[in-house]
C-alpha cells in the first residue's frame, strides 16, 4: 500500500535557524501521487501548509516551502529562519485527484522552537 | 472561509460503551467527509470516507459495525464508536474535502476509554 516516512521528532530548534524535515513516499496505488503538507498548532486542528500535485514543481506558504522530486519520491519541508510561532506539528499526506479517496499521513514531526 | 467543525472536543467514555462525534462543514461545498483516527504514537488512519451519491466506504480496519456513519447530507456527519474499549482511544479527525485536491479538518474528538 501507499506510505509516508518522515523526519522523526521532536526536533528543537532556535529562533532564527534553518529547519528541514524529511518527508519520502510510496506510492503503489496512486500513478500521478499529491503531496502535502499540513501543521497542527498546539489546540488547533489540521491546517492544509502546502501542497504540489505536479512532479518537479515546488509549492511555498509562510516561508516554508517543499519541492515535489519524483526521482527520489521526496517532498522535504524547509524554511530558512523559523520563529517561535512556528512550533507545531507538521505531518506529510500523500493523496491523489481523485475526491473519493483519503489522505495517507506520515507519523507527524513535532517542532519546537525557541527564543 | 471553509471551516470544519467537530463535537464533542474531548470525551471520556466507560469500556464497552458507547460515544457518537458529529463534523460540520461549513462555508463550502463538500465533495466527501472523510473519518481518521489517530492512535496514541501512530499516524492518521483513514475509517471510512463518504462521497455524493454513494455508499460509505471503510477501510480494511474499519466496519459499519464498529463505527456507523450517518449524514444526511455531507455538510454533517456523525460517527459512533460502538462497544469502545482501550484500543479505540485517539484523536478522531474529520476531513472534508471541497473540490479535486483541498482538503479542511476539523479539530478533532479525542476519546479517553476508562
Known amino acids: 500500500g501507499d506510505s509516508v516516512t518522515q523526519t522523526e521528532g521532536p526536533v528543537t530548534v532556535s529562533e532564527s535557524e534553518s529547519l528541514i524535515i524529511n518527508c519520502t513516499y510510496s506510492a503503489t496505488s496512486i500513478a500521478y501521487p499529491n503531496l502535502f503538507w499540513y501543521v497542527r498548532y498546539p489546540g488547533e486542528g489540521l491546517q492544509l501548509l502546502l501542497k504540489?500535485?505536479?512532479?518537479?514543481q515546488k509549492g511555498s506558504s509562510r516561508g516554508f516551502e517543499a519541492t515535489y522530486n519524483k526521482e527520489t519520491t521526496s517532498f522535504h519541508l524547509q524554511k530558512a529562519s523559523v520563529q517561535e510561532s512556528d512550533s507545531a506539528v507538521y505531518y506529510c499526506?500523500?493523496?491523489?485527484?481523485?475526491?473519493?479517496?483519503?489522505?495517507?499521513f506520515g507519523l507527524g514531526t513535532r517542532v519546537s522552537v525557541f527564543p | 472561509g471553509a471551516l470544519v467543525y467537530q463535537y464533542p472536543r474531548r470525551t471520556i467514555c466507560k469500556s464497552g460503551t458507547s460515544m457518537r462525534m458529529e463534523c460540520q462543514a461549513v462555508g463550502f461545498q463538500a465533495t466527501s467527509v472523510a473519518w481518521y483516527r489517530q492512535s496514541p504514537q501512530k499516524t492518521f488512519e483513514l475509517i471510512a470516507l463518504?462521497?455524493?451519491?454513494?455508499?460509505?466506504?471503510?477501510e480494511q480496519n474499519f466496519t459499519q459495525e464498529k463505527f456507523p456513519i450517518s449524514h444526511p447530507n455531507l455538510s454533517f456527519s456523525s460517527m459512533t464508536v460502538l462497544n469502545a474499549y482501550l484500543e479505540d482511544r485517539g484523536l478522531y479527525l474529520c476531513?472534508?474535502?471541497?473540490?479535486?485536491?483541498?482538503?479542511?479538518f476539523g479539530p478533532g474528538t479525542r476519546l479517553t476509554v476508562l
Open positions: 499526506a500523500l493523496g491523489d485527484g481523485d475526491y473519493a479517496q483519503g489522505l495517507t
Open positions: 504540489v500535485i505536479t512532479a518537479g
Open positions: 476531513g472534508a474535502r471541497a473540490g479535486q485536491y483541498e482538503q479542511y
Open positions: 463518504s462521497t455524493v451519491n454513494s455508499a460509505i466506504k471503510y
